[in-house]
């Protein structure tokens, strides 16, 4: 199953379905990405721009893998 992220709401919101379905708590979940439950909650709203790292490790964390496409001709 794919899906076409516009924002951080987007992936923060397959965060928190994922989270919830492995049955983590943000607290847990915040605990085993040494980060703050805060910093996740944020970011599982969409609500802050969070390190790019903070986003990719969570995602690893729970399974959740990013592709990236490139659209139409771009040229370099």
């Known amino acids: ?5 516009q924002d951080l709401s987007d992936i923060g ?5 994922q989270r919830k379905a492995a049955g983590l708590s943000i607290e847990t979940l915040a605990s085993m990405l ?3 439950p805060r910093l ?3 970011l ?3 609500a802050r721009n969070v390190s790019f790292i903070i986003v990719l490790k969570t995602c690893a ?3 959740i893998e990013l592709f990236a496409k490139c659209r139409g001709d ?3």
Not at 1 to 5: C, D, L, Q, S
Not at 13 to 17: C, E, G, T, V
């Open 44 to 46: 599982e709203r969409g």
């Open 40 to 42: 996740l909650g944020e």
């Open 1 to 5: 199953m794919g899906m076409k992220i």
């Open 34 to 36: 040494a980060c703050s």
């Open 61 to 63: 964390m729970l399974g």
């Open 13 to 17: 919101s397959i965060i928190r379905q």
């Open 74 to 76: 771009h040229k370099p």
